[in-house]
């Protein structure tokens, strides 16, 4: 009875390894060394088209169909397992089926039994199907290197990071500071950024992609004066964000031609402005003074004309005031206009006559220096969309106007007690403030929207230009050498 219980206990165990080898999908097999032949345990060959090269001669002929670029790897693993050197035999290979098409299969096994003098006998092993795996391995590093060969090529910087902003993959290196890709990997994206300035800005951007789970496109100038775009569109997993995918474009080039052709129409705009004010405007003056002369007369000789005389001055004045505020319009900052200082004065006396909020308008730091025009247009529609911002939107009692310059800087500041912006908003949601802040950056200039204490907004916008002979970066600055004596100093 003994017997009986542990021959169907070795059966059930047999039944159970069969089940589980059936289930894991493995080839058993049990190969004499010494007399080179193999007895398979099961049907797996003949599932997978293999020939099993049962027989004499298995280890000649199993070699004879393993595809050639992997022979001698997998006889080398065999060689140091079967001479002893490493514990066990495990290697992956490509084997040629009986239809003549390539397989990968995973070969794992050991010597399990030792002839005399420690002489291998036989060797237990298994083989797993790991085509599938392998195909799926060799498209994503094809599709890997694709890639990045891709964005190698690319004249844009691609940056991935995860949710908390640390760089992943940079496709091109820091030419400009001397890092290569693989240094960044790791580092926080802000590391990229050239000032404290940028890399707050930097960081804002990616609070806001993942914040809102949206694509974000923003556009920012770098402290060495180039104007780069940033698209940045997250990557979701599971409704959260967890990293976020960005492309940054060098867009100085553009925006030079932007400001060319911009300098080129304000230039048209004000010989236009320029013609009708000395032009045309002088024209209908002269016209008018004739008429006012002859209306005088024709009080005196001709009564009966005087009355149809007056009215035609009075159209001809009225032509005259219209050719000026024609001409102003076009070109509020003209330098015939007064300029810059002149017109955002204006701009506050219409204000004022309007009835809105209370403004005040200061001018301090004059330099005498005249701006650029694109630079000063710039700056007063700035001011303008601002303050009618300020006007329609946050119900401002009192507005302040500022405008400060220096040898190094011009600065535009509108100030409001309102009710200030949105959440978000100055971020640059609205379109009034992405139009700002083009503006800002067609002219290298910095637009800084922010919340006053206790309410109200504060919108400056700080265009800097470096003083001749002067170095930006204390780190860079040469000491003099020191004049011999007697020598004189050269100017």
Not at 35 to 54: A, F, K, Q
Not at 153 to 181: C, K, Q, S, V, Y
Request: net charge positive; glycine share 10%; proline share 5%.
């Amino acid at each position: 009875m003994t017997v009986r219980a542990r021959s169907r206990q070795r059966q059930d165990d047999e039944q159970l390894l069969a089940a589980a080898v059936w289930a894991a999908d493995l080839g058993l097999y049990v190969w004499d060394v010494s007399s080179d032949t193999v007895r398979w345990l099961n049907d797996w060959c003949g599932r997978y088209d293999i020939d099993p090269c049962e027989g004499a001669r298995h280890g000649v002929r199993w070699r004879e169909r393993v595809h050639p670029d992997d022979r001698v790897r997998a006889r080398h693993e065999y060689d140091e397992h079967i001479a002893g050197r490493r514990d066990r035999y495990e290697t992956e290979y490509r084997i040629r089926t009986l239809s003549g098409a390539w397989r990968w299969i995973r070969n794992r096994g050991y010597v399990v039994r030792h002839g005399p003098g420690g002489r291998r006998r036989k060797l237990m092993g298994i083989c797993v199907d790991v085509d599938e795996r392998k195909r799926v391995d060799a498209a994503l590093e094809y599709s890997r290197r694709s890639l990045e060969a891709l964005a190698a090529a690319a004249p844009i910087w691609m940056i991935l990071t995860d949710a908390d902003g640390i760089i992943e993959f940079l496709n091109r290196p820091l030419a400009h500071r001397g890092i290569g890709p693989a240094e960044v990997v790791g580092q926080p994206v802000t590391m990229l950024a050239g000032d404290p300035a940028e890399a707050l800005r930097i960081d804002a951007i990616r609070q806001n992609v993942v914040r809102s789970a949206q694509p974000q496109m923003h556009t920012m100038l770098l402290n060495d004066g180039r104007a780069i775009a940033a698209f940045a569109n997250p990557l979701i997993e599971h409704g959260k964000v967890i990293g976020i995918a960005a492309v940054i474009l060098d867009v100085s080039e553009s925006r030079n031609r932007e400001r060319d052709l911009l300098n080129a129409v304000a230039g048209e705009q004000r010989r236009f402005a320029h013609d009708l004010h000395d032009g045309l405007g002088q024209e209908l003056t002269g016209i008018a003074l004739l008429l006012k002369t002859l209306a005088r007369r024709a009080a005196a000789e001709a009564p009966t004309l005087a009355p149809g005389l007056e009215e035609v001055l009075d159209y001809a004045n009225g032509a005259i005031a219209t050719s000026r505020a024609v001409a102003r319009g076009v070109s509020p900052v003209g330098r015939e206009h007064g300029g810059l200082e002149e017109a955002l004065r204006e701009l506050a006396e219409r204000i004022r006559r309007q009835g809105g909020p209370t403004l005040s308008y200061r001018v301090t730091g004059r330099d005498g220096g005249e701006l650029d025009a694109l630079l000063a247009d710039n700056l007063y529609r700035i001011a303008q969309e601002a303050i009618t911002n300020a006007v329609r939107h946050s119900g401002a009692r009192q507005i302040v106007l500022r405008l400060e310059r220096s040898l190094v800087h011009v600065r535009l500041a509108i100030e409001d007690d309102g009710s200030g912006l949105p959440p978000g908003a100055d971020e640059g949601s609205g379109l009034g403030l992405r139009i700002m802040r083009a503006r800002a950056e067609l002219v290298g200039a910095r637009l800084v929207v922010g919340a006053l204490a206790p309410q109200g907004t504060r919108v400056e916008c700080t265009r800097e230009w470096p003083v001749a002979g002067s170095v930006r970066s204390p780190r860079l600055r040469k000491p003099k050498p020191k004049p011999k004596p007697g020598s004189k100093s050269r100017r």
